[in-house]
């Protein structure tokens, strides 16, 4: 029952490091997505993929960069990492033919960049 | 466009109390609406759904119906214990020239006192 599954809960970075969110789920979902909270601002989507090697931009991709090479995982990568990029990461599945398939959260990833 | 508006927080309840958290919606097409629940230090989990007007969610004592004439999609239940504690977010899956999006509110932070 592992469904998604996000590495690492914490994470504390120095700006201008990189690094990657790794998600994972084991449902033979075919869509995934990406979301970041932030107090007062509740989920905004960052990049999402329908289908292994196929991504796309949501509402707010500036400084994240996405692949799909498996149906299973969905990295996002931080190139050089600011400030404002301090947030709760969430990744999120779904299967997809038709608009009432909920999505399925892992724990987030909490990300501090100093 | 696609938005979901729910009322703001904190709500502040004794235990038993009965509970309302608003959630209205704009949506192009036929959305399907649902209520989700953050617990502290947690993802988002399905509560509850409704796929069609008229339809009403229901799940651990909580309930919403699909309202279409007044594009809402209502949060209650009739007696909250200690363990509701939570914040919950309303959010809708429309249809879209890329596949179905979803869009949440900005969440509603409750908490029951004993």
């Known amino acids: 029952n592992a469904g998604v599954t996000q590495t690492p809960k914490f994470q504390v970075l120095k700006t201008g490091q990189s690094m990657t969110l790794q998600c994972a789920q084991d449902m033979n979902h075919e869509y995934m997505s990406w979301y970041r909270q932030d107090p007062g601002m509740g989920l905004r989507l960052i990049h999402y993929s329908v289908g292994a090697g196929i991504t796309d931009q949501g509402e707010v991709p500036n400084g994240y960069n996405v692949s799909r090479s498996t149906t299973e995982d969905f990295p996002l990568r931080l190139l050089s990492a600011a400030p404002s990029q301090t947030s709760v990461y969430f990744c999120?599945?779904?299967?997809?033919?038709?608009?009432?398939?909920?999505?399925?959260f892992g724990d987030g990833t909490r990300l501090s960049i100093l | 466009g696609n938005s979901v508006t729910q009322m703001e927080g904190p709500v502040t309840l004794s235990e038993e109390a009965f509970l309302t958290i608003n959630c209205t919606y704009t949506a192009t097409g036929y959305p399907s609406l649902f209520w989700y629940v953050q617990y502290p230090g947690e993802g988002l989990q399905l509560l509850l759904k409704a796929t069609k007007a008229d339809d009403k969610g229901s799940n651990k004592g909580f309930e919403a119906t699909y309202r279409k004439e007044t594009t809402s999609f209502h949060l209650e239940k009739g007696s909250v214990q200690v363990s509701d504690s939570a914040v919950y977010f309303c959010?809708?899956?429309?249809?879209?020239?890329?596949?179905?999006?979803?869009?949440f509110g900005t969440g509603t932070s409750l908490t029951v006192i004993p």
């Open positions: 999120a599945s779904r299967l997809t033919g038709g608009n009432n398939q909920p999505q399925h």
């Open positions: 959010a809708l899956s429309s249809p879209t020239n890329t596949g179905n999006q979803f869009y």
